[in-house]
């Protein structure tokens, strides 16, 4: 597999290392003949006139495969937001996932993710399960969502 999710736990505590893959730039092609059918974790970008990647959304799929739903995110004619179906449709966009077999490791690794994005408004909910999760990133790229 192109990317994974190493755990470690100690005591009441989990070290999560997840490596990305590689930054893709969105192409419903592309994205059908590359993206796996699995559960995971997946950013998608837009690259601004200032050549500066910005986030759009960080999010997960469990029911969904990876494939389809990045597929579905990254269609500016399958979007019902005007705003999102305007960055999609003016701007190129990218892409990168971590696959993810684990419902419980999803949780807790979206709830760190977004903690150090941006605690303040922080929806996610950890599974539970531990005191302190922790998480190591890995890209190709040097593109950190924590960092």
């Known amino acids: 597999m192109e990317n994974s999710v190493k755990r470690f736990e100690k005591d009441k505590d989990i070290y ?3 490596s990305w893959s590689a930054l893709k730039k969105a192409d ?19 690259l601004d006139k200032y050549k500066k990647l910005n986030r759009i959304e960080l999010s997960f799929c469990w029911h969904d495969s990876l494939r389809n739903i990045i597929r579905t995110k990254t269609d500016p004619s399958l979007q019902e937001d005007p705003r ?9 966009c990218y892409y ?13 690794i979206i709830f760190y993710l977004e903690e150090c994005i941006d605690a ?5 909910k950890s599974s539970g399960r531990y005191e302190s999760i922790n998480v190591k990133e890995v890209s ?4 950190m969502t924590v960092g």
């Open 96 to 108: 990168r996932y971590i696959i993810v077999e684990s419902y419980a490791d999803i949780l807790d």
């Open 84 to 92: 999102r179906k305007y960055i999609l449709d003016s701007y190129t």
């Open 16 to 18: 999560f290392t997840i």
């Open 28 to 46: 419903r092609f592309e994205i059908i003949k590359q993206v796996p059918a699995f559960p995971g974790i997946y950013e998608i970008y837009y």
């Open 120 to 124: 303040k408004n922080n929806k996610a």
């Open 140 to 143: 190709p790229d040097k593109i």
